[in-house]
């Protein structure tokens, strides 16, 4: 997992969410996938794919992956690694809910 500062950045409300599915972010000049998930957690990571810069916040969400629409690799929200192939990790941030504000770590 790649180290990150404490600098939280409000992203969005809870409400701009759906559970099992992610929206992209521009934070910082970089694009960051936030994710609701069914147990009402949230994760963030980069939004695009290093493979082939697929975009994660369409991918089909698995309680700990987030797999890319274009060539079905799967990333970690713990620690941005790819369990599928031997792909470079993306990013993640930790992310919680404050008051119905989506905030990120960045």
Not at 45 to 62: E, K, N, S, T
Not at 68 to 94: I, K, M, N, W
Request: proline share 6%; with cysteine.
């Amino acid at each position: 997992m790649t180290a990150v500062t404490d600098r939280q950045v409000t992203v969005g409300t809870i409400g701009d969410l759906t559970p099992g599915e992610g929206r992209t972010y521009v934070v910082d000049g970089r694009q960051v996938a936030v994710f609701l998930l069914a147990d009402g957690t949230v994760r963030a990571m980069d939004a695009v794919c290093p493979h082939r810069a697929g975009p994660l916040a369409d991918g089909q969400i698995d309680g700990t992956v987030v797999t890319c629409p274009l060539h079905q690799y799967a990333f970690r929200f713990d620690t941005g690694a790819c369990t599928t192939e031997s792909v470079a990790p993306v990013r993640v941030y930790p992310a919680d809910v404050h008051d119905g504000a989506v905030v990120v770590r960045i």
